[in-house]
């Protein structure tokens, strides 16, 4: 089975006759003279999930940031359901790697600051806050302060505050890879069941390839900018859903492509 | 857990309060058998009774004093706020600042309050002036590092928010500051006290600092000390009420201590 050649046409059809809700279009990023991201083209569709992989120095953090409006880019545009929104900040959900609560607040203050930040007043921030506290199984912990909280629970807290965006559009970098291997199997599917239920799209950075094989629509790899070039491979969804998917040669099959992308 | 805790600070305060005793009992001891003469070391005793005798003229200069200190300290711990706010957000600002700031803390604060008493009077400007030179300075070089040292990706998570210079200011900076913002009240409350005294000592008609040149002109050494221990206890019951403060305004303090000493413990 050549996958890259099935990938190919697989890729063609899906991307036909769909419009992204996010599009990544011509993006370029150079610091200090010495080119980070060269006319990447990236498109994030209605309810997917992408995982972006890459060598350290691939420049997928400058991209977040670039998408997230924080930099600004040398070139190339970003458009979120058809309207542009580049350079500008408070469009997109944005999780790091840390869980970032702020030690000063609680839990409830913690995952209300987005509303806070656009304006809205104390109470109704909590009075919002608190109605999905339960749905992401915090219940008790509002009062809590971040130093309370233990690594799972602090990155669901995180995970309620980037929903708290408003944003149908997630970028998460790397927010598993602070947690335990136990702890984060189950972050993980919970955030998978999460997100179809919220109708979210996602981006997000890892170094795992079987985190990303798993959990995700599509692997996107970021290569080294010299060459410019991207790979993506889709994993099917029907595959991804057997229990056993992790043990078949499929799997091995994606990552031995994903591999070799990555090594080229 | 709690009450471990709680014993093991009650055991670190009697091994300080033992030996505090100790060198009590010395002392007397040195004095009574006059190993050095009791007019120039009084024994804790006589300071004793100099300080119960001369209570009500403490208490008149000690407000004077207190007075001053608090005044100048509030204007200091303004000033130093403000400054290290403007240079945290201007970085020109900061640098062309910089320089002057550590200057001006070369200047020995004793040799240039004559000059101060000269230009301004007898009045309580100078002294206000001496307590707000020494301390703004150890409040605007907290709290500008603390400014500084803010997690770069908590200010990129907040700018993604769409958050303002303010909010970041508001959310981030400013509480992560507080904790040597606190450190650096500590240091200037007690400076501010000993500032006053030392500004009092060169002029004025009230305050502990002139009852003191004028205890040590007619050597009256035992009252002399008794103002030493009033001044010292001053600056202790400052602490402490700062200490409070701290505690009442940061609740969130403990939980981080538990977290690194646990985090310690793991490693």
Redesign the interface.
Known sequence: MNIYRENKILMDRYQSDKIPILEIKGISKAFDGKPILRDLNLKLFQGEIISLLGTSGSGKTTLF?IV???LKPDQGVIFLKGEEITGE??H?A???Q?D?L????TILDNVG??L???GKSKTESRAEALQLIPKFGLTGYEKL????LSGGMAQRAAFLRTYL?HSEVALLDEPFSALDALTKDKVQAWYIEMMQELELSTIFITHDIDEAIRLSDRVVILQPQTQNIQQQIIIDLQLRKQKDFTLRTEFLEYKKQILKYLTV | MKQLFNNKRISERFYGISLVAVLLIVWQVVSDIELVPSFMLPSPVTVVKAFVKDFPVLMDNLSITLIAGLLGLTFGVIAGFCLAVLMDYRTGLCKAIYPILIFSQTVPTVAIAPLLVLWMGYGLAPKITVIFLVTFFPVTVNLLESFQAA?P??I????????TKF?IFY??KW?GA?DSFFAALKVSASYSIVGAVIAEWLGGSKGLGVYMTQVRKSFAYDKMFAVIFLISALSLVLLFGLNIIQNKV???KK??L??DTNNEKKS
């Open positions: 940031n997230a409006g924080i900040t408070g997109l944005y999780m790091l840390k970032l702020l030690p000063h607040l600051l987005p806070r930040i656009r302060y971040p130093g309370q965006f | 997690d990706d908590q990129s998570l907040l700018q993604a928010m769409g958050a909010q959310y981030v509480p507080l940061m609740p969130w939980f981080q538990e977290e």
